[in-house]
């Protein structure tokens, strides 16, 4: 366990929550801070943090054993592993908590299993073009999910026919087994095996399902994918996952974004870059040229004696803001090309400017003028 963290805690359930509530808890949080989704600062400890938390809390045995040392090491308690240990193993090889776990049916208060549950949460992946990512767009995805049985309702009895009172555990869902052991007669509670904890039975089968109440089939929902969204970001669709249990409530549907790169464009949250090309006599005279941008072709002015690596802002160009009002800019880097082969009247162009300007224009040797011109 990590120094002074609370598993309860790291997972945000309360110390007496059901094994299916630590399980949506888990499910949750490590979605929310699975390296591949969240590269935000400690969001890989924290997802270590959860998986650990879940590994004990999600063992009966071994959170029976946390919560009453405040460790899931069998030896805490113990002054390291050497009280009577050999001693208790010899009742079945788990140690002292395994003994408390046949006698009493494991620590820790388990939900009832005729309570409602809410169903598992589902996860779809959304590819999208660099331009859907920026804009958005409306489109309806189908997909399987477990959906109440539309031949019995969910009931899991066949038509007309309607779940009964349990004859075994009479509608409590549990069961007393009286057990010898060591320490005398025990008697401990544990779910009841004809009805598994529903307390309720079903005498005829709904053909469909077989009895589950559940039937898997595809579903179509409506996405309105918001503009601005980018690779990796996750939707929640609330209600749009697997069907719940004993009238429980659906879970929910979590959308991971996949937005493809773009050939020309790169992008930092609302802010798009492009790399744009002109030429010696562009850079040196100046010009109006015109760049893409995702809003359409626009114009920009170069002014004259442009350097390479010049940067260019153009406002509202860029990508609309996710949160918020607005949108971001178009970043337009300039790289001044020079032509690798001249022509004879190019040269002799060349070799007047370079006289007009002062410049020694011999071509003779590795630092000619042409040499240092082309490179």
Known sequence: ??????????????????????????????????????????????FKDVNEAFEVL????????????????PNAGFGGGGYGQGDFNGFGGGGFDDIF????????????ASSPRQGEDLQYQMDLKFEEGVFGKKTTIKYQREDLCHTCGGSGAKPGTSPVTCSKCHGTGTIQVTQNTPLGRMVRQQTCDVCNGTGKEIKEK???????GHEQKQHEVKVTVPAGVEDGQQMRLQGQGEAGHNGGPYGDLYIIFKVRPSDIYEREGSEIYLD???????????????????????????????QTGTNFRLKGKGAPHLRGNGTGDEHVKVTVKVPRKLNAKQKEALKAFAEASGENVSDHGKNGFFDKFMN
């Open 1 to 46: 366990m990590a120094e002074g963290k609370d598993f309860y805690d790291v997972l945000g359930v309360s110390k007496d929550a059901s094994s299916d509530e630590i399980r949506k808890a888990y499910r949750k949080l490590s979605k929310k801070y699975h390296p591949d989704l969240n590269k935000e600062p400690g969001a890989e400890q924290k």
């Open 58 to 73: 999600s063992d009966d045995q071994k959170r029976a054993q946390y919560d009453q040392y405040g460790s899931a090491d």
């Open 101 to 112: 776990s046949s006698f009493f049916g494991g620590g820790g208060q388990q939900r009832s």
């Open 206 to 212: 709904c053909a469909t399902c077989g009895g589950s």
């Open 276 to 306: 744009q090309n002109i030429s010696f006599l562009q850079a040196s005279l100046g010009d109006d040229i015109e760049v893409p941008t995702v809003h359409g072709n626009v114009k920009l002015k170069i002014p004259a004696g442009t």
